[in-house]
């Protein structure tokens, strides 16, 4: 009976002690568990990182230091050379993907070595989560109670990051020399490369600068680094990772002897970025980073050809979808000469002649002349306005082809009296442009030779209608993700945006210039204060300005003799596929002469048009429904045909030839009262010219219900 009692209070007092150990390790469980809740590592730290601007595949074009001045990149894993972080954990922590944070055999080997040898340290036991914990809360002490604490940290960081995490955050935070933190800041500084394409010799080196970032630097200590790279390889050796005969090229490799300056590419257009999007760290934008550098480097080398403190401005767009491809603000961000730190393709200036071909657009769409319509160059005055062309002389009788081919003044005045200045804004605010006036001026025809203010990003965006049939497309880089609504509204008819790029890819290319299949104009201001030259082929649209920011005179300064060349040498070096221009659409047709109606043979004034009609006693024609600017709702008759436009005519003599949107319909009639069915709704300018060649027009919008 004892001897049961016994065993049985043997047993008793193991469960007893088995329950209580089992409490202990609950409570103490709990315990550290409330303690590392209460006390967890402050891994925000690795939130402050550089913000960065890159380009449409990524490429960075310009970064900024974090507030503290540090270059500390954005990085994940899969932008990084494999074999660089295989060869960083097989050197630094070969078993980090089993450990918790602690590598227990590391830390017993490190204490048998210090025993044996003395108290000197022969290696150490940090793993790569214990080196980070020292990154995000650093402590200049090294003592044995500092090391424990790294332990603590490293479990605590082990419970809360996976293993993927803790190495993307260990190669965003490891110091590499001077300001330098994370592998993509230091392998961009060291050799001007992103850390995906590390060599073998690279790679080592970057591997062994972390544990002495300033002993190491090879812009200062060169032996010391090339040394520690060598050791990096001979481990890797030893273990079997890399081939002996590798190992030998990359001892062999040369290290770089100083520091590269950070990427700095489209400086304006990355700050303008910044300031668009303050809370995001990474900013992708539509450049093309090799056609932004082309184009940067060509803006260079024009310096020596700029007088003093004349600057330039490029920009290249794809006119299809609006995306900015390359933008050049200046001549030199930091040329304080120059004022380069302002962005001159943002700045307001004349336009010069560079506005005239959305004159002859709107006279194409009116059906007031056609290529071959000839007009006169000749003194004229317009109410007191008396245009003169930039060489001060006249031409005579030329037609409509020399006169925009030229850029003649006086017949760009002529057309704009007839399609009014008023119609010409309201076609560029549909382009997304607003001129820039004059304070409480009335527009009046001088806006059509540069009286008025537009930047070279507009410009650009005005000219993308000759790629789109006549519609323009908003200009966006990515910067500001609410940049505007959509332009739904063409600044011409189709017919009449290619009857102009036709003309435009006419004109001879300046001497000296690579021969380009493009379209081009050219602008000069008033003054000779900015030079002015917009091309295009079939889906490109690329702006130069030249001027002085403090829009001072320039003597000589011409749109055709100083941005023209610039122009057609950008073209040639930005490297993007050209697109021939666009066939003519259909129903159009280019004439001769003799073959027009008599009223396009020869463009009159409405005053000389006036003058010629009075003679028989008839009035000019005149639209008086629809009125100008009405919007017509046409309703469709459920599932009927949609209905037709009734336009009403008074005066003028018969037969009447309709002309809708630059279409003219093929038949002419005598009746007053003429229908009209729009293909499609939306703007829509009607003309009606009449058998004297005296015509009206009304711009109407058409709805349906």
């Known amino acids: 009976m004892m001897g049961l009692r016994g065993i049985h209070y043997r047993w008793r007092l193991v469960a007893g002690s088995l329950a209580g150990c089992l409490m202990l390790l609950v409570a103490g469980w709990f315990f550290l568990d409330r303690l590392d809740r209460a006390y967890p590592p402050p891994l925000e730290t690795a939130a402050d990182v550089s913000r960065d601007v890159v380009a449409r595949d990524g490429t960075l074009l310009r970064a900024y230091t974090t507030q503290s001045g540090i270059w500390r990149l954005p990085v994940s894993l899969e932008a990084v050379d494999p074999d660089y972080i295989n060869m960083l954990i097989a050197y630094e922590d070969r078993r980090f993907r089993s450990h918790s944070g602690v590598d227990l055999l590391a830390v017993g080997r490190a204490a048998m070595q210090l025993v044996l040898n003395g108290g000197r340290i022969v290696s150490g036991a940090s793993t790569i989560t214990m080196q980070l914990a020292r990154?995000?809360?650093?402590?200049?002490?090294?003592?044995?109670?500092?090391?424990?604490?790294?332990?603590?940290?490293?479990?605590q960081i082990e419970r809360r990051l996976s293993k993927d995490e803790i190495l993307a955050r260990y190669l965003m935070l490891a110091p590499y020399g001077g300001n330098l933190?994370?592998?993509?800041?230091?392998?961009?500084?060291?050799?001007?490369?992103?850390?995906?394409?590390?060599?073998?010799?690279?790679?080592?080196?970057?591997?062994?600068?972390?544990?002495?970032?300033e002993a190491r630097r090879p812009d200062r200590h060169h032996a010391t680094a090339v040394a520690a790279r060598n050791r990096v390889l001979a481990r890797m050796g030893e273990a079997g990772l890399i081939p002996r005969s590798e190992i030998v090229r990359a001892a062999a490799a040369k290290l770089p002897g100083r520091r590269l300056a950070m990427p700095d590419l489209a400086a304006h257009a990355a700050d303008a970025a910044i300031q668009a999007q303050p809370d995001t760290k990474t900013i992708r934008l539509t450049l093309d980073a090799h056609v932004q550098q082309r184009m940067e480097q060509l803006a260079v080398e024009s310096v020596s050809r700029l007088g003093?403190?004349?600057?330039?401005?490029?920009?290249?767009?794809?006119?299809?979808?609006?995306?900015?491809?390359?933008?050049?603000?200046?001549?030199?961000?930091?040329?304080?000469?120059?004022?380069?730190?302002?962005?001159?393709?943002?700045?307001?200036?004349?336009?010069?002649?560079?506005?005239?071909?959305?004159?002859?657009?709107?006279?194409f769409e009116d059906a007031l002349i056609a290529a071959e319509t000839l007009i006169d160059d000749a003194p004229a005055d317009f109410s007191g306005y008396r245009p003169r062309n930039f060489d001060r002389g006249y031409m005579g009788e030329v037609n409509i082809r020399e006169a925009?081919?030229?850029?003649?003044?006086?017949?760009?005045?002529?057309?704009?009296?007839?399609?009014?200045?008023?119609?010409?804004l309201s076609r560029l605010r549909r382009g997304g442009t607003e001129l820039d006036l004059p304070p409480g001026g009335a527009p009046g025809l001088a806006i059509g030779l540069g009286g008025a203010g537009v930047s070279l990003r507009d410009l650009v965006q005005l000219y993308t209608a000759f790629v789109n049939e006549g519609m323009a497309r908003r200009l966006h880089d990515g910067s500001d993700p609410g940049s505007g609504a959509p332009l739904d509204q063409p600044v011409m008819a189709a017919a009449a945006s290619w009857q102009v790029a036709d003309i435009l890819a006419g004109v001879n290319a300046p001497q000296g210039v690579p021969r380009l299949a493009i379209a081009y104009k050219t602008g000069t201001s008033y003054g000779y204060r900015d030079a002015w030259a917009i091309g295009f082929d079939g889906r490109h649209v690329l702006g130069v300005w030249v001027g002085r920011p403090d829009a001072a005179p320039v003597p000589g300064l011409s749109g055709i003799d100083t941005a023209a060349p610039l122009l057609f040498e950008a073209f040639a070096r930005a490297g993007v596929d050209r697109v021939d221009l666009a066939p003519p659409p259909a129903g159009v047709a280019l004439q001769a002469r003799a073959a027009l109606p008599h009223a396009l043979r020869k463009f009159k004034t409405r005053v000389e048009t006036s003058s010629a009609t009075a003679a028989d006693g008839s009035l000019p024609p005149r639209i008086v429904y629809p009125p100008q600017g009405a919007r017509v709702a046409l309703g469709s008759g459920g599932s009927g045909p949609r209905m037709p436009l009734v336009i009403k005519l008074q005066g003028g003599a018969g037969p009447y030839r309709l002309i809708a949107n630059g279409h003219a319909l093929p038949k002419?009639?005598?009746?007053?009262?003429?229908?009209?069915?729009?293909?499609?709704?939306?703007?829509?300018?009607?003309?009606?010219m009449d058998a004297k060649g005296r015509a009206a027009s009304v711009s109407v919008f058409i709805e349906t219900n």
Request: glycine share 8%.
């Open 181 to 213: 933190e994370g592998v993509r800041a230091a392998s961009l500084a060291w050799f001007g490369r992103e850390p995906k394409k590390l060599s073998l010799s690279q790679s080592a080196l970057l591997v062994a600068l972390p544990q002495s970032p």
């Open 404 to 424: 925009l081919g030229f850029s003649l003044n006086v017949p760009a005045v002529r057309l704009l009296d007839a399609v009014g200045p008023q119609r010409l």
């Open 308 to 363: 003093p403190k004349q600057s330039l401005a490029m920009l290249l767009a794809d006119g299809r979808t609006g995306e900015i491809i390359a933008s050049i603000g200046s001549t030199g961000y930091l040329d304080a000469a120059r004022a380069g730190a302002i962005d001159m393709s943002r700045a307001t200036r004349s336009p010069g002649s560079a506005l005239k071909p959305f004159i002859y657009g709107l006279a």
């Open 135 to 155: 990154l995000i809360e650093p402590r200049s002490e090294r003592s044995v109670s500092a090391k424990l604490r790294q332990m603590a940290r490293a479990l």
């Open 668 to 688: 002419p009639t005598r009746r007053r009262v003429l229908n009209w069915t729009p293909d499609s709704p939306g703007a829509s300018t009607l003309t009606v």
